[in-house]
């Protein structure tokens, strides 16, 4: 791995490990979930938002058959398990960046004897060697964003998507406006993509991101904006004490804090136009 990508490996390495042998507790949920979620009214938990945003993910996806699928920055494998369960496929790979997540992955698959049908690897999802139509289905909730780049992703995404297959994401993309905002706001946003670990080629709006993927063989099927559902709520829970402390858990004291402050500036940047979160679709 390059520079980047150990940064992003070690920005979600931080705190203890969450490994257990219990699954089933909302604690535990909660702590395998990294997703910003999905907060619509009477949502009251980050678990109920994180469930929310697969649930609004997989129902509208359009997807009534998937035989192959691989899910890209695929976290502590919260998401994956439940692809498994829906879609019933003949195999379903995870990679992700952190090692910690996929020896986690591999552990709760192992216990639930699923291992068989469901793998999780150490790896960098623009880097990807498998070979060409491998898998019917992609699958990549907000990684994308982490990619160096994401149009490489969308390249290799798109040569080893099988024919009519498809790529399915939720991402982050500049709002409407950016380009007329000021200096102030244009910093926070670029601290904040800093600090996230976010390379600078990914900060595109919607035209060049549909250009890119496009470019890539990538047919756009449908390009939902969902922000309004996903960083006003996200924003707001991230001053609980309850969400803190589970963070502390997770990731340890100063990251802590640092995320709960950045997760607020994303609210700030949205309410002012600043960026959008997008659901898409694309077809090979």
């Known amino acids: 791995m390059n520079s980047h990508e150990s940064m992003v490996e070690y920005f979600y390495s931080h705190g203890p490990s969450i490994i257990s042998d219990r699954y089933d507790t909302i604690l535990q949920q909660t702590k395998e979930f990294l997703s910003f979620g999905y907060w619509e009214k009477g949502t009251k938990t980050y678990l109920q938002a994180a469930k929310n945003l697969l649930t609004f993910f997989i ?82 909730i907000e990684g994308p964003a982490h990619f160096r780049t994401r149009e490489e992703f969308f390249s290799i995404a ?59 063989g990538l047919k756009l099927v449908f390009f939902q904006k969902i922000g309004d559902k996903v960083f006003p709520g996200y924003a707001l829970n991230a001053l609980s004490l309850k969400t803190f402390f589970i963070r502390l858990s997770q990731r340890g004291w100063w990251t802590s804090w640092g995320l709960s402050f950045i997760s607020f500036l994303l609210g700030v940047l949205y309410k002012t136009g600043m960026i959008e979160y997008i659901y898409v679709k694309g077809r090979k």
């Open 59 to 140: 129902q509208n996806s359009k997807i009534e058959k998937a035989t192959k699928i691989l899910n890209v920055a695929c976290g502590y494998g919260a998401e994956t398990f439940v692809y498994y369960d829906i879609f019933k496929p003949e195999l379903i790979e995870g990679v992700d960046i952190t090692r910690k997540h996929v020896e986690y992955s591999n552990k709760k698959a192992h216990d639930l004897h699923l291992d068989k049908w469901i793998k999780f690897h150490h790896g960098d999802a623009c880097a990807m060697e498998y070979p060409e139509n491998s898998f019917s289905n992609i699958f990549a």
């Open 158 to 216: 798109s040569k080893i998507l099988q024919k009519d297959g498809e790529l399915l994401m939720t991402d982050i993309i500049l709002g409407e406006k950016y380009n007329t905002a000021g200096s102030i706001k244009k910093r926070i946003l670029s601290s904040c993509v800093k600090n996230w670990v976010i390379p600078e080629e990914n900060i595109v709006n919607e035209d060049t991101y549909k250009m890119q993927m496009e470019r890539a």
